[in-house]
Protein backbone atom coordinates (compact mmCIF):
# COMPACT_ATOMS: atom_id res chain seq x y z
CA UNK A 1 0.00 0.00 0.00
CA UNK A 2 3.08 2.39 0.62
CA UNK A 3 3.94 1.59 -2.65
CA UNK A 4 0.84 2.19 -4.33
CA UNK A 5 0.48 5.58 -2.62
CA UNK A 6 4.27 6.64 -3.59
CA UNK A 7 3.38 5.93 -7.28
CA UNK A 8 -0.22 8.09 -6.79
CA UNK A 9 2.35 10.63 -5.41
CA UNK A 10 4.74 10.49 -8.20
CA UNK A 11 2.25 10.91 -10.41
CA UNK A 12 0.45 13.98 -9.42
CA UNK A 13 3.62 15.98 -8.57
CA UNK A 14 5.40 14.79 -11.70
CA UNK A 15 2.37 13.96 -14.35
CA UNK A 16 -0.52 16.09 -13.73
CA UNK A 17 0.94 19.71 -14.07
CA UNK A 18 2.05 18.43 -17.65
CA UNK A 19 -1.38 16.86 -18.02
CA UNK A 20 -2.92 20.23 -17.27
CA UNK A 21 -0.91 22.03 -19.10
CA UNK A 22 -1.90 19.95 -22.07
CA UNK A 23 -5.53 20.54 -21.97
CA UNK A 24 -5.31 24.33 -21.23
CA UNK A 25 -3.32 27.44 -21.46
CA UNK A 26 0.00 27.38 -20.55
CA UNK A 27 3.24 28.68 -20.73
CA UNK A 28 6.74 27.64 -21.90
CA UNK A 29 10.45 29.15 -21.65
CA UNK A 30 12.02 30.05 -24.94
CA UNK A 31 15.73 30.03 -24.72
CA UNK A 32 17.83 32.62 -26.30
CA UNK A 33 19.47 29.38 -28.89
CA UNK A 34 15.75 29.31 -29.75
CA UNK A 35 14.66 26.27 -28.22
CA UNK A 36 11.48 25.81 -26.68
CA UNK A 37 11.78 23.68 -22.84
CA UNK A 38 9.68 21.03 -23.03
CA UNK A 39 8.00 21.95 -19.54
CA UNK A 40 4.81 23.28 -19.29
CA UNK A 41 3.59 25.63 -16.89
CA UNK A 42 0.11 26.73 -15.68
CA UNK A 43 1.08 30.34 -14.97
CA UNK A 44 3.50 32.95 -16.66
CA UNK A 45 5.32 33.64 -12.98
CA UNK A 46 5.60 30.18 -12.77
CA UNK A 47 7.82 29.22 -15.81
CA UNK A 48 9.51 32.89 -14.90
CA UNK A 49 10.56 31.37 -11.72
CA UNK A 50 11.38 28.21 -13.40
CA UNK A 51 13.44 29.85 -15.64
CA UNK A 52 15.40 31.77 -13.07
CA UNK A 53 16.63 28.86 -11.50
CA UNK A 54 17.75 27.18 -15.15
CA UNK A 55 19.03 30.05 -16.76
CA UNK A 56 23.11 29.99 -17.71
CA UNK A 57 24.94 33.35 -17.12
CA UNK A 58 25.01 33.86 -20.59
CA UNK A 59 21.67 32.57 -21.55
CA UNK A 60 18.57 34.48 -22.24
CA UNK A 61 14.54 32.98 -22.25
CA UNK A 62 11.31 34.65 -23.20
CA UNK A 63 8.15 32.85 -21.76
CA UNK A 64 5.96 32.14 -24.47
CA UNK A 65 2.30 31.33 -23.95
CA UNK A 66 0.79 28.17 -25.68
CA UNK A 67 -2.42 26.88 -25.98
CA UNK A 68 -3.94 23.47 -26.04
CA UNK A 69 -2.73 22.78 -29.76
CA UNK A 70 1.00 22.75 -28.64
CA UNK A 71 3.29 21.50 -30.63
CA UNK A 72 5.99 20.97 -27.83
CA UNK A 73 3.61 19.29 -25.61
CA UNK A 74 2.20 16.50 -28.41
CA UNK A 75 6.19 16.10 -28.72
CA UNK A 76 6.54 15.48 -25.28
CA UNK A 77 3.68 13.33 -25.04
CA UNK A 78 4.57 11.17 -27.84
CA UNK A 79 8.07 10.70 -26.71
CA UNK A 80 6.67 9.56 -22.98
CA UNK A 81 4.23 7.39 -25.28
CA UNK A 82 7.34 5.93 -26.88
CA UNK A 83 9.47 5.23 -23.39
CA UNK A 84 6.25 4.02 -22.15
CA UNK A 85 5.84 1.20 -24.80
CA UNK A 86 9.61 -0.24 -24.97
ZN1 LIG B 1 3.01 23.12 -24.52
Redesign the pocket.
Known amino acids: MLILRFAQQWCYTVLSPFFM?VNMR?F?IRWSDGKLDWQ?FTTESEAEERAKELVLPDETYTIEK?DQQ?P??EETARLLRKRAAS
Do not use: E, F, I
Request: net charge positive; with cysteine; aromatic share 0%.
Open positions: AHHAACRC
